[in-house]
């Protein structure tokens, strides 16, 4: 099969097309045609970073996590899925497990579900790694009707699932983002647009919670914007985040009583834990998807397998709107 690896770590230049062996079935995995990926920072950190990065696979290796694609074989021990089915996942490129730049994938059946019928393989795959996280931050931070929840970050990839998914839970949504195009993305999805480059927390939680707070942040941003979620979180609320690797003072979190939620959705890919949750969140993103209530936003530039670096530069220019897709 075709696929792109890298051989050394480094710049989005270090992928080569190459020819290598089509992975066969094995208990409880099927093999998957694939038909589109996406890329997602953590597969540019692991380009970049390589063995500085404990999750990095050993090179040559092949990257990307999500994908989309048709079942081709069927290992044994499997019953969800037949020869045919059209799936989608997150089930590679990290650690052990070859990725999704290539033709084919044998992926643990416990991490795959039957695609949403009503969306492309392209849009497919670009629901996994983000949806799974977006989910899973808001399930664990207790989401509910009426709430108000406010997303950090809603034009980015996990963060523009998390607004749609806010919405579908039943909060009132409002979400943070900076630029007109931006914030005219987080309107569509049906959030109240902030501008964070010029409106400090205090007063957008004056201005939408009368000075209480709201009851949910999701943090897709993280970092020192942590401060900001604390900030703008009510007294014994809930903060989901998604990128915590900071150092800073609790106080704010202390004197609050606040719930902070960590949520790295990569976990029982890399031990082997839990690895069927992932498989129920998807078959529920597969309902809601269904249902009319989630559409990932795709980048307007496509790109082929080929072109891998060019994607994986895209991701980094800052320059997308929503997943930037790779289609094979």
């Known amino acids: 099969m075709k696929a792109m690896i890298v051989k050394e770590f480094g710049n989005s230049d270090v992928f080569e097309l190459a020819v290598v062996e089509k992975p066969t079935v094995k208990q409880g995995h099927v093999l998957v045609n694939i038909k589109a990926t996406s890329i997602n920072t953590v597969d540019t950190m692991i380009r970049q970073m390589g063995p500085d990065l404990p999750l990095s696979p050993p090179a040559p290796a092949i990257l990307g996590m999500d994908f989309a694609g048709i079942v081709e074989a069927v290992g044994e021990g499997v019953d969800d899925y037949k020869v045919g089915d059209e799936v989608y ?117 004056n201005q939408y919670t009368d000075g209480t707070g709201f009851d949910l942040v999701f943090d897709s941003v993280g970092g020192e914007n942590m401060t900001n979620s604390f900030e703008a979180a009510k007294l014994n609320g809930h903060v989901a985040s998604t990128v915590s690797l900071v150092s800073f003072d609790l106080s704010t979190a202390h004197f609050k009583g606040l719930s902070l939620h960590v949520v790295f959705m990569l976990i029982p890919m890399l031990h082997n834990v839990g690895r069927g949750q992932h498989h129920t969140i998807l078959k529920a993103l597969t309902d809601i998807a269904e249902a009319g209530k989630l559409t990932p936003v795709l980048d307007e530039q496509t790109f082929s397998l080929e072109q891998a670096s060019s994607a994986h530069a895209r991701l980094e220019s800052g320059k997308g709107m929503g997943k930037v897709v790779v289609s094979i």
């Open 89 to 205: 996942g997150c089930a590679g490129g990290l650690a052990d497990l070859p990725g999704t730049l290539a033709e084919y994938i044998v992926a643990d059946a416990n991490l795959i579900a039957l695609k949403p019928e009503n969306l492309t393989m392209e849009q497919s795959a670009a629901i996994p790694l983000v949806g799974i996280t977006a989910y899973e931050g808001l399930q664990r931070a207790g989401i509910s009707q009426g709430q108000k929840v406010l997303v950090h970050g809603g034009s980015g990839g996990v963060g523009h699932i998390a607004i749609q998914l806010a919405n579908y839970f039943g909060a009132e949504t409002f979400s943070t983002g900076g630029g007109d195009k931006q914030l005219a993305l987080i309107e569509k999805l049906g959030a109240t647009a902030i501008n964070y480059k010029n409106e400090a927390v205090s007063d957008y939680v």
